[in-house]
C-alpha cells in the first residue's frame, strides 16, 4: 500500500489542491460580506456630500477629509491652516490607548506567568476564572466600573472609612478613569496570549541560567522576554488596537474632557445632526494609522526573523 501511494506520486498535502479554492470560499464571502464590504462602504461615504437633514447626498466631494485635517474659518472663505481639534482627539486616543496597554501588559504578564506556572489541573480554573467577568456585557461592565469610581462609590467609601483620605477624591471624568476602563475591557487579551506562550516555554533554560549564576533580572531580560516576545507582542496589539477605537470608556468614564476618536466618530452617527461624511472619513484616517502600525510591525517581525534564521 506504501509502495502503491509513492507509486501515484501524490502526497497527503497535495489531496485537496484542486478542491482548496472552493473550500475556502465560505470563509472568503464570509470576510467579504462583513469586513471588507462594511469598509468599502465607509470609503465610499467618507466622499459624499452631508444631506443637511441627516444622511449623503451622491455627490462626489473631499469636503470631509478637508474638515478633517483644514480649518478655513466660521464661513469657508478664509485661507486653510492646519486643524489641531482633531489631531489633538487623534494624540490623546494614542496616549490613552498605549497606557492602557502598558497597564495591561504590567498587569497581565505576571499573571499568565502565574497561570502557566501553576500544576496542568489547576490552569483551566484559572483561566475560567480570568474570563468569568467578560461573560457580562462591555456597556454593564463599564456602567459598573463608573458606578465603582464615583465619589461616593465603594472605593471612595473604602478610602475614607480607611482613613487613608479625608475626603471623596474625583476619580471619574479623568485622564486615569478612561484608562483604567480600557484596562478593565481589555485585560484578557493581555494575559491569553502571553499564557498561551509562556505555557509553551522550556523552564529548563531559566534552570541553566541559574546553574550559570545568572539573576533572576538576567534571565527574565535575557531569556523568558525573547522566548515569549510573540505572546506579548500579539497581546499588546490585542488590547492597543480595540482601545484605540473605544467609545463607551471615554463617553461613560472620561467626559467630554476626554474625547477620543471613537467617541468623535460615533457622534458623527446619532440623530439627524450627525455627519456621515466626516465620521466615515475619521474613521478612514483611524483605519489607515491602525493599517500602518500593522505593517511596520510585520516589517519588524520580518527582518527579525531572516536575522535569527
Do not use: H
Not at 198 to 216: C, G, I, Q, T, W
Not at 276 to 289: E, H, K
Request: include cysteine; aromatic fraction near 16%; charge should be positive.
Amino acid at each position: 500500500m506504501a509502495g502503491g501511494t509513492a507509486s501515484s506520486g501524490g502526497t497527503a498535502a497535495d489531496t485537496y489542491k484542486n478542491a482548496r479554492p472552493w473550500l475556502l470560499l465560505p470563509a472568503w464571502a464570509f470576510l467579504g460580506v462583513f469586513v471588507l464590504a462594511p469598509v468599502f462602504m465607509m470609503l465610499v461615504y467618507s466622499f459624499l456630500t452631508k444631506e443637511f437633514r441627516g444622511g449623503v447626498i451622491w455627490e462626489f466631494s473631499t469636503a470631509a477629509y478637508d474638515q478633517f485635517f483644514f480649518n478655513r474659518g466660521l464661513f469657508g472663505d478664509e485661507p486653510p491652516t492646519i486643524e489641531w481639534t482633531y489631531i489633538a482627539i487623534f494624540w490623546r486616543s494614542i496616549w490613552q490607548a498605549a497606557t492602557a496597554t502598558l497597564m495591561a501588559l504590567l498587569i497581565g504578564f505576571p499573571t499568565a506567568y502565574f497561570i502557566a506556572t501553576r500544576p496542568e489541573k489547576l490552569r483551566p480554573m484559572w483561566v475560567f476564572l480570568i474570563t468569568i467577568p467578560y461573560w457580562v456585557n462591555l456597556l454593564i461592565r463599564t456602567v459598573s466600573m463608573k458606578f465603582m469610581l464615583r465619589d461616593n462609590g465603594p472605593i471612595n467609601d473604602f478610602l475614607v472609612g480607611t482613613g487613608l483620605i479625608n475626603e471623596p477624591i474625583t476619580i471619574i471624568n479623568t485622564n486615569f478613569a478612561v484608562q483604567l476602563g480600557l484596562f478593565y475591557s481589555y485585560l484578557p487579551f493581555m494575559v491569553l496570549p502571553i499564557y498561551a506562550s509562556v505555557e509553551r516555554y522550556n523552564f529548563s533554560l531559566s534552570e541553566a541560567a541559574a546553574d550559570l549564576y545568572a539573576s533572576k533580572w538576567v534571565t527574565l531580560r535575557r531569556i523568558l522576554l525573547p522566548a515569549v516576545k510573540p505572546g506579548v507582542v500579539a497581546g499588546c496589539i490585542l488590547v492597543f488596537v480595540p482601545s484605540l477605537g473605544s467609545f463607551l470608556a471615554p463617553d461613560l468614564l472620561g467626559g467630554a474632557k476626554n474625547f477620543m476618536i471613537g467617541s468623535l466618530i460615533e457622534e458623527q452617527f446619532k440623530g439627524n445632526a450627525g455627519n456621515w461624511p466626516f465620521g466615515a472619513a475619521a474613521s478612514m484616517v483611524l483605519l489607515t494609522m491602525v493599517l500602518i502600525l500593522l505593517l511596520i510591525f510585520a516589517r519588524q517581525q520580518a527582518r527579525a526573523q531572516k536575522g535569527t534564521g
